[in-house]
């Protein structure tokens, strides 16, 4: 298993002093750390020492997301989790949900980390899809890109292996 970094690293990660963290760090530092292990499928910090540090700057950076959300947890949770008013649309949800679905989060080190020290080889990790507007658009591997339809549930669910 992953060492579960300290209050003292995210307290020097963030910049804020270890007394401005309340008792949910603890947990927000172990749920990003166990998030990575799944995400990456690493049980160990790279040997490379820029790409240890990098997976700790990942750790890091996502619990303090973690941390920074779980005020507004109940919110989150609610069920109205996206809204389109005329051609402008969001959703809402936790960061750790986005990284959990393989979705980009806009965590700098998180995503780089993701990019870099993924296993190639795992099934959580979507290779050659692109989500723009709500929409998937695929790259079969050959430079051919399309919008799938229902014909291509098949190719979707084993578009992993596709490649």
């Known amino acids: ?53 990098l997976a700790t700057y990942a750790i890091l950076q996502m619990a303090d997301r973690i941390y920074l959300e779980q005020p507004n947890a109940q919110t989150l949770a609610s069920p109205y989790q996206s809204e389109t008013i005329g051609s402008y649309s969001y959703s809402k949800g936790s960061t750790a949900a986005k990284a959990q679905d393989g979705i980009s989060t806009g965590l700098y080190w998180w995503d780089l980390a993701m990019d870099l020290l993924t296993d190639p080889g795992s099934s959580s990790v979507m290779f050659g899809a692109v989500e723009v507007f709500g929409t998937e658009i695929i790259d079969d591997g050959q430079g051919n890109r399309f919008v799938p339809g229902p014909a291509d549930s098949v190719y979707i669910q084993d578009r992993s292996t596709s490649f």
């Open 1 to 53: 298993m992953l060492p579960v970094p300290t209050l003292s690293q995210l307290s020097t990660f963030t910049g804020r002093s270890t007394d401005t963290f309340g008792p949910f760090a603890s947990s927000a530092l172990a749920q990003a750390t166990l998030l990575f292990t799944l995400r990456t499928r690493r049980t160990e910090l790279p040997t490379d020492p820029d790409q240890a540090m």
